[in-house]
T-cell receptor, first 112, second 111 residues
């Protein structure tokens, strides 16, 4: 089955720790994205990658980092510099930046 | 600053009737609009889209209307079914290929 997987579904961390969220796709899509969703807000773009070894900051990149070493994988690291890391994180991919995006099931991160 | 707005956080409709979900946007440079559907504990799934050169696009029970002068987008679901109960997000793409999402409208279709 083609699709996007995110793991884990729920993640708990102590304040001050970095944490990495996994995103894998087997759709052969070139572009991948990370969004954050908070209550009462739309999805906000953190980072996106058009092709392997290339990525760009979105609207709220501060406190986050990404890598794109393989086409299938786009992990997101939430660093201790991110002031409000508790949120629902969604990964997406698309054929290219022009096309509609397909989303993974999301990871809910709670930092205490 | 929210460039894509869904002003109704929730909507309830009787099964068999029409559901109309609305979306307003502020950026006249948006050229492509989409609707996504999201069930609890799942990621959004693409539903239907429309290019800015059109004013209507239909796919089965789902029709999207675009009024560029009013900067308004709507999704019509006819007839509504209980399985349509979900959160619906509208999204818009700017000429730089970045997508902006609304805050979502939770639709409940009552059997």
């Amino acid at each position: 089955d083609g699709g996007i997987t995110q793991s884990p579904k729920y993640l708990f961390r102590k304040e001050g720790q970095n944490v990495t969220l996994s995103c894998e796709q087997n759709l052969n899509h070139d572009a991948m994205y990370w969004y954050r969703q908070d209550p009462g807000q739309g999805l906000r773009l953190i980072y996106y990658s058009q092709i392997v070894n290339d990525f760009q900051k979105g609207d709220i990149a501060e406190g986050y980092s990404v890598s794109r070493e393989k086409k299938e994988s786009f992990p997101l690291t939430v660093t201790s510099a991110q002031k409000n890391p508790t949120a629902f994180y969604l990964c997406a991919s698309s054929k290219g930046l022009y096309y509609e995006q397909y989303f993974g099931p999301g990871t809910r991160l709670t930092v205490t | 600053d929210q460039q894509v707005k869904q002003n109704s956080p929730s909507l309830s409709v009787q099964e068999g009737r029409i559901s109309i979900l609305n979306c307003d946007y502020t950026n006249s440079m948006f050229d492509y609009f989409l609707w996504y559907k999201k069930y609890p504990a799942e990621g959004p799934t693409f539903l239907i889209s429309i290019s800015s050169i059109k004013d209507k696009n239909e796919d089965g029970r789902f029709t999207v209307f675009l009024n560029k002068s009013a900067k308004h987008l709507s999704l019509h679901i006819v007839p509504s079914q209980p399985g349509d109960s979900a959160v619906y997000f509208c999204a818009a793409r700017n000429t730089g290929n970045q997508f902006y999402f609304g805050t979502g409208t939770s639709l409940t279709v009552i059997p």
